[in-house]
């Protein structure tokens, strides 16, 4: 992924910086992964799954 871009992504929900992993990103501070679609991180608490470490 475009590291310009992972620059500006923080978690939506606490404004967290976000780990990319593989086709997501994960809030290490309220544990939920955002899908990457095709490219594009899909930031919507709502298509986010959480997730255990
Ligand atoms: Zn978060």
Redesign the pocket.
């Known amino acids: 992924m475009d590291a310009k871009l992972m620059a500006i992504l923080v ?6 910086k ?1 780990e990319p992993k593989k086709n997501e990103l994960l ?6 992964a955002y899908p990457i679609d095709d490219g594009i991180p899909v930031m919507l608490i709502d298509q986010a799954r959480k997730y255990e470490n």
């Open positions: 978690c939506p929900l606490c404004k967290a976000l809030c290490t501070k309220c544990k939920l």
